[in-house]
């Protein structure tokens, strides 16, 4: 059986499909419209806020004392050094020093066999009087008449020619005693007591260590500021935390045309600390300002064609190009561009920009500047 419709009802249940597709997308849309003026307002915050400043070091543009100076390196080598070798063969009686012994110029280091060489001087001593003697007779006879000139000149001659045989036999016999051509001490000792020596073979060396050399090869562009008696300032890698004074003995006006530069030697008073052979760091001072501006080197900005530095300025860092001048250790001269209390940045350079707002690291923070009230109206 059919029940009658109610045609009200029928009408209402077709309709609430219809509102609720109507009514959703007008919800939706309302609430990213809400969503969106809240993004756009923390936007415009952000945009208030601006960008953070940078923290940064800086150090005040001061006064002190500038050296102007030339640093290289080189070896420390002694003034004099010296081979010994035996002047003739013979076995080693004696050695009378150790290696590490101060000796003295003269002085007798090994003994040789000299028993040969004796006997040769004694038999040329005797050859010698014999001449002499019968050199002495002739001159008698000469005046008598009994003997001619040519006979006195042979007898003169042969007289002549042993004494010089005599003084050679002399020489020879001296040579047994080796002695020391210059004073220092013993660097070597290649022989034993009971040694054949060979002749002009080297037996002991000996080194001057009472004045040391330094050598640097110094490019041609310093050849008029690098004079003898300037003052040398020396550190050697194995005796750190140390310096030594010296200062420059000559200079070789030469140019090496290879390379473009010439020598200055350096000298060094020897006292038992320094020794030949250490690598050494030199620094040649040829100017010096009492009362100079200067400020760090690390404030200098790299890579940049000509030196700048940042200063801060109203809270801001700025670049100023700056004029230079001597450079002292890990401090440099300013000649122009900043004056003396002025800051410049040295720590937190590299991510600065001309204008980039910093804070100072160990300053107090600038408070934040307050908004116009037009443009705070406008935004909101």
Same mark, same amino acid.
């Given at each position: 059986?059919?029940?009658?419709?109610?045609?009200?009802?029928?009408?209402?249940?077709?309709?609430?499909?219809?509102?609720?597709?109507?009514?959703?997308p007008a919800v939706f849309a309302l609430g990213?419209?809400?969503?969106?003026?809240?993004?756009?307002?923390?936007?415009?915050?952000?945009?208030?806020?601006?960008?953070?400043?940078?923290?940064?070091?800086?150090?005040? #543009?001061?006064?002190?004392?500038? %050296? %102007?100076?030339?640093?290289?390196?080189?070896?420390?080598?002694?003034?004099?050094? $010296?081979?010994?070798?035996?002047? /003739?063969?013979?076995?080693?009686?004696?050695?009378?020093?150790?290696?590490?012994?101060?000796?003295?110029?003269?002085?007798?280091?090994?003994?040789?066999?000299?028993?040969?060489? %004796?006997?040769?001087?004694?038999? /040329?001593?005797?050859?010698?009087?014999?001449?002499?003697?019968?050199?002495?007779?002739?001159?008698?006879?000469?005046?008598?008449?009994?003997? $001619?000139?040519?006979?006195?000149?042979?007898?003169?001659?042969?007289?002549?020619?042993?004494?010089?045989?005599?003084?050679?036999?002399?020489?020879?016999?001296?040579?047994?005693?080796?002695?020391?051509?210059?004073?220092?001490?013993?660097?070597?000792?290649?022989?034993?007591?009971?040694?054949?020596?060979?002749?002009?073979? &080297?037996?002991?060396?000996?080194?001057?260590?009472? *004045?040391?050399?330094?050598?640097?090869?110094?490019?041609?562009?310093?050849?008029?500021?690098?004079?003898?008696?300037? &003052?040398?300032?020396?550190?050697?890698?194995?005796?750190?935390? *140390?310096?030594?004074?010296?200062?420059?003995?000559?200079?070789?006006?030469?140019?090496?045309?290879?390379?473009?530069?010439?020598?200055?030697?350096?000298?060094?008073?020897?006292?038992?600390?320094?020794?030949?052979?250490?690598?050494?760091?030199?620094?040649?001072?040829?100017?010096?300002?009492?009362?100079?501006?200067?400020?760090p080197r690390g404030a200098l900005l790299d890579?940049?064609?000509?030196?700048?530095?940042?200063? #801060?300025?109203?809270?801001?860092?700025? *670049?100023?190009?700056?004029?230079?001048?001597?450079?002292?250790? !890990?401090?440099?001269?300013?000649?122009?561009?900043?004056?003396?209390? !002025?800051?410049?940045?040295? %720590?937190?350079?590299?991510?600065?920009?001309?204008?980039?707002?910093?804070?100072?690291?160990?300053?107090?923070?600038?408070?934040?500047?307050?908004? &116009?009230?037009?443009?705070?109206?406008?935004?909101?």
């Open positions: 059986m059919i029940l009658p419709t109610d045609p009200a009802r029928g009408r209402s249940r077709l309709l609430a499909p219809l509102l609720l597709c109507v009514l959703l990213a419209c809400k969503r969106g003026g809240d993004g756009a307002q923390a936007a415009g915050k952000d945009a208030d806020k601006g960008p953070e400043a940078v923290p940064v070091e800086v150090v005040a #543009v001061g006064r002190r004392a500038i %050296a %102007a100076s030339y640093a290289g390196t080189a070896a420390l080598e002694a003034r004099a050094e $010296s081979q010994v070798v035996a002047k /003739t063969s013979g076995v080693a009686l004696s050695v009378l020093v150790e290696e590490g012994q101060q000796v003295r110029a003269g002085q007798v280091l090994v003994r040789l066999d000299s028993a040969r060489a %004796a006997l040769q001087a004694a038999q /040329t001593a005797a050859q010698m009087r014999k001449l002499e003697s019968n050199y002495a007779r002739s001159l008698q006879l000469a005046e008598q008449k009994l003997i $001619s000139a040519n006979d006195i000149d042979q007898i003169r001659y042969d007289l002549e020619n042993a004494r010089a045989a005599n003084r050679l036999a002399n020489l020879e016999l001296s040579y047994a005693n080796v002695v020391a051509p210059i004073s220092g001490v013993v660097a070597q000792r290649s022989i034993k007591p009971g040694n054949f020596v060979q002749i002009n073979t &080297p037996i002991l060396r000996i080194v001057d260590t009472s *004045r040391l050399e330094a050598t640097l090869n110094v490019p041609e562009r310093e050849l008029a500021t690098l004079k003898a008696g300037l &003052p040398v300032r020396l550190r050697v890698d194995a005796l750190p935390g *140390r310096d030594f004074a010296g200062s420059v003995d000559r200079v070789a006006p030469v140019v090496d045309a290879g390379s473009g530069t010439f020598r200055v030697i350096c000298a060094f008073a020897g006292d038992g600390v320094l020794q030949p052979g250490m690598f050494g760091r030199l620094q040649i001072d040829y100017d010096h300002r009492a009362d100079a501006l200067a400020i890579d940049e064609a000509q030196p700048a530095v940042y200063t #801060v300025r109203a809270g801001k860092a700025v *670049r100023v190009p700056v004029s230079l001048g001597y450079v002292d250790g !890990e401090w440099v001269e300013l000649r122009g561009g900043l004056k003396q209390g !002025e800051p410049v940045v040295t %720590a937190g350079k590299v991510a600065l920009r001309e204008g980039s707002p910093v804070q100072v690291i160990g300053a107090p923070a600038a408070p934040a500047a307050a908004r &116009p009230a037009a443009a705070t109206g406008a935004k909101q």
